[in-house]
């Protein structure tokens, strides 16, 4: 049962998919509805953060003992995707108390360093798909007129040779794939078709008359600005391809231009990185340390710096040495450098970063001041 929605990249309509998390909450479903009514559902459905329906026929439900066991097949679409065809499984089992917990179970990755989406020990299983698993248990659990507790484990078989495809070895995640994705739906586009969208999007806000624009990397930089309010001028997200989004705004004709992203990908900028995929160049440990070692860190933190998988667990590391703000005003003016030499005088041009975690970090002068010209604020 195909997902049938399709998204456009050039002169071809490619497939979209649906996430590990999606599959997870439609297989945690099957299970629970399997455990309370003693039927196997023959098809799932799902309304995902995007808005858009996934329905899916389990791969196979049935009784263990006294678990209730759903699969459900990995749907990519058209997407490049290492969990492409992976089987998401949920166990459901009665347990004592009325809560919903959800772990993970052999194939799920187990969390070990701080930093990340879950504490360490935790299963790698992100806060979307959680909301997700507990909200499609509880209402198979509430139509059912159930109130005992339940508990789910999710496993991936396989997945722990899956994940050396993956990241998460770098991450601090072992074991097995993380368990993933914050719209539930899998967008395919190729490189090309992303750089024209973002040179569209760029065109129609400057044939509106547009000539100050926001560019931000994803939907953790969209949802950090909608928190703010109504945004004072046009937002475009420019996904990884920062340096090319540069460029078309000085074909536009933009005279400013404010960037607002996530630290992991835009403190790559201190070191000229302008492809911020991780495919490209993963150095935010490296220059999280080199910047750190001439504010002064020792050799202790800077080796502890190295072994951060994320920027919030390096701002730990940091503020335990007391180096924070040093840093951060050192990597924000390297960043402000790199980004005013991309544009060439074209336009003023800065920064602003900030992590789900501890909110805005800071910001680079040109920033500043471009934030005060439009009397915005960012926090």
Same mark, same amino acid.
């Given at each position: 049962?195909? @997902?049938e929605?399709?998204v456009?990249s050039g002169?071809?309509?490619?497939?979209c998919?649906y996430?590990t998390?999606s599959?997870?909450a439609?297989a945690a479903a099957?299970?629970a *509805?399997?455990?309370?009514?003693?039927a196997a559902?023959?098809k =799932?459905?799902l309304?995902t953060? #995007?808005g858009?329906?996934?329905?899916v026929?389990p791969?196979?439900?049935?009784m263990?003992g006294?678990?209730?066991?759903?699969a459900v097949v990995?749907?990519?679409g058209?997407?490049p995707?290492a969990?492409?065809?992976?089987?998401?499984e949920? *166990?459901?089992?009665r347990a004592?108390g009325?809560?919903?917990?959800?772990d993970?179970g052999?194939?799920?990755?187990?969390?070990t360093?701080?930093?990340?989406?879950?504490?360490p020990g935790?299963?790698?299983?992100?806060r979307v798909p959680?909301?997700?698993?507990?909200?499609?248990?509880?209402?198979?659990r509430?139509?059912?007129g159930?109130?005992?507790g339940?508990?789910?484990?999710?496993?991936?078989?396989?997945g722990e040779?899956?994940?050396?495809k993956? @990241?998460?070895p770098?991450?601090?995640?072992?074991?097995?794939?993380s368990?993933?994705?914050?719209?539930g739906i899998?967008e395919?586009?190729?490189?090309r078709?992303?750089?024209?969208t973002i040179a569209?999007?760029l065109?129609? #806000?400057a044939?509106r008359?547009e000539?100050?624009?926001?560019?931000?990397p994803?939907h953790?930089g969209?949802?950090?600005?909608?928190?703010?309010g109504?945004?004072?001028v046009p937002?475009?997200?420019c996904?990884? @391809?920062?340096?090319d989004?540069?460029?078309e705004?000085?074909?536009?004709g @933009?005279?400013?231009?404010?960037l607002?992203?996530?630290?992991?990908k835009?403190?790559?900028?201190?070191g000229?990185?302008?492809?911020t995929?991780?495919r490209?160049a993963d150095? *935010?440990?490296e220059l999280l340390c080199a910047?750190?070692a001439?504010?002064g860190a020792?050799?202790?933190t800077?080796?502890?710096l190295? #072994?951060t998988?994320?920027?919030?667990?390096a701002l730990e590391?940091l503020?335990k040495?007391?180096?924070?703000g040093?840093?951060?005003a050192? =990597?924000l003016?390297?960043?402000?450098?790199? =980004?005013?030499?991309r544009?060439?005088?074209a336009?003023?041009?800065?920064?602003?970063?900030?992590?789900?975690?501890?909110?805005?970090?800071?910001?680079?002068?040109g920033?500043k001041?471009i934030?005060?010209?439009?009397?915005?604020? =960012?926090?």
């Open positions: 049962m195909a @997902f929605h399709y456009r002169d071809k309509l490619l497939r998919g996430t998390g599959c997870a439609l099957g299970a *509805r399997l455990l309370l009514t003693g559902p023959e =799932l459905s309304l953060p #995007a858009l329906t996934v329905t026929r791969a196979w439900c049935g263990e006294t678990e209730a066991v759903c990995k749907d990519g058209d997407d995707d969990t492409h065809g992976a089987l998401i949920a *166990r459901v089992a004592a009325a809560d919903i917990t959800i993970g052999p194939g799920v990755g187990r969390v360093l701080p930093g990340l989406d879950q504490p935790a299963a790698a299983i992100n959680r909301a997700m698993i507990a909200a499609e248990v509880e209402a198979v509430a139509a059912c159930e109130t005992g339940l508990a789910v484990t999710i496993c991936v078989p396989g040779q899956l994940a050396q993956t @990241f998460n770098h991450m601090g995640i072992v074991g097995g794939i368990i993933l994705g914050t719209t899998v395919p586009m190729s490189e078709a992303l750089l024209d569209l999007d065109r129609q #806000a044939a008359g000539n100050r624009v926001i560019l931000t994803g953790y969209e949802a950090f600005l909608q928190a703010l109504p945004a004072p937002v475009v997200c996904s990884n @391809f920062i340096g989004a540069l460029d705004a000085a074909v536009q @933009f005279t400013q231009v404010l607002v992203g996530h630290a992991g835009l403190v790559k900028l201190a000229s990185v302008m492809n995929h991780s490209t150095c *935010r440990a910047h750190a001439v504010c020792d050799t202790e800077c080796r502890a190295l #072994a998988p994320t920027v919030d667990a590391v503020d040495a007391g180096l924070r040093p840093v951060l050192s =990597l003016e390297a960043i402000q450098q790199r =980004l005013a030499r544009a060439g005088g336009y003023q041009i800065g920064a602003a970063l900030f992590t789900n975690q501890y909110g805005l970090l800071g910001m680079t002068a920033a001041e934030v005060q010209a439009w009397n915005m604020k =960012l926090q």
